[in-house]
């Protein structure tokens, strides 16, 4: 029979082992895999990660140099340059229930090549095909986060751009699957196609999502020639 104080030794040392190699190179590479499958499944996109660093007093991760990108895309819709992520104890009943989420540096593109079908095999297809059918945007439940700093470049199949430079955002959550907060952008934004152009120095909004539908309400824009709000 095995007495509880050697019990208690080696679940001491299992649990000291787990951490040492969850900390080292190898058991980062596995997380990073872990979780990049995870959102492979549930959303249908490839998301990997340069580097990971552990944050054990606040529950959280922080991820450098993350980019994600869909299936069936030739390069990355999204980059950013660090992700921190401050978990709640709900997160291990299963739920995606998060203290903090924030996000430094990112930048979106939104064209032929981050949206667009690339040349891959039958196989590939099938699977990719039954990635997209079988992903769902799961529940989330974020108490506060800020977005700093994001860069948007959009260009639509009839040859608009759009461009959006210096956008900050800060949101709070209020319950499962509803955050409010407000967006600033500094470094302008701007609507192009072939000579029309139309431009704004700064531009801010208060934004709520609720599931997967955000609205932007109380808009405000400024140019060197004119203001618009509403």
Known sequence: MVRP?????????VCAGGALFLASSA??????????????HQLGVEARAAGLEYRPSSLGITLHAVNIRQLTATRPFLKAERVEVDFSAATLGGSLALRRLGVTR?????DSTTQGASAVSAADREGQA????????????IRGGRVSDLALTAVSPNGTHVAVRGLSLSFTGEGPDVVRGALDVSGGW?????????????????????????????????????????
């Open 5 to 13: 104080a050697t019990a208690l030794v080696l679940l001491l040392v």
């Open 106 to 110: 990112p930048e979106v593109v939104l």
């Open 130 to 141: 039954h990635a997209r059918s079988s992903a769902t945007v799961p529940s989330f439940d």
């Open 190 to 230: 701007s609507v192009r196609r072939g000579t029309a152009a139309i431009r704004f120095d700064r531009a801010r909004a208060d934004v709520s999502l609720t599931g997967t539908s955000l609205a932007l309400t109380s808009i405000t824009m400024e140019s060197p020639v004119a203001a618009i709000g509403g």
């Open 27 to 40: 058991g980062k590479a596995l997380v990073l895999r872990t979780v990049s499958a995870s959102l492979r």
